[in-house]
Nanobody, 119 residues
Framework: QVQLVESGGGLVQAGGSLRLSCAAS????????MGWFRQAPGKEREYVASIGWSASYTYYTDSVKGRFTISRDNAKNMVYLQMNSLKPEDTAVYYCAVRTVQSNDYESWGQGTQVTVSS
């Protein structure tokens, strides 16, 4: 059974940085896409970024381009989200998720980590 555990959230001032980590276990993640999502209070969960198995491609939602960087370490089954120049509107619970390359649906999710950006 796939298990995803996020860490690294916290409280930071606007303009600051945080690095989120996601530890994946339960299977071999060859050909799996790793993604980050977030959900702010009163809003729907939204896509943030994703990265392919070989890290040959990365995608970002427009609002975080140039500020966030997704990366992965396949040897450690880890995925990271480096968040710089944080804004109050980045405040949300951030979730790690995985899907196969063949699927559009993320099949496993972590429990989330809270990121709060103060103005």
């Amino acid at each position: 059974q796939v298990q995803l555990v996020e860490s690294g959230g916290g409280l930071v001032q606007a303009g600051g940085s945080l690095r989120l980590s996601c530890a994946a276990s339960g299977r071999t993640f060859t050909n799996y896409v790793m993604g980050w999502f977030r959900q702010a209070p009163g809003k729907e969960r939204e896509y943030v970024a994703s990265i392919g198995w070989s890290a040959s491609y990365t995608y970002y939602t427009d609002s975080v381009k140039g500020r966030f960087t997704i990366s992965r370490d396949n040897a450690k089954n880890m995925v990271y989200l480096q968040m710089n120049s944080l804004k109050p509107e980045d405040t949300a619970v951030y979730y790690c998720a995985v899907r196969t390359v063949q699927s559009n649906d993320y099949e496993s999710w972590g429990q989330g980590t809270q990121v709060t950006v103060s103005s």
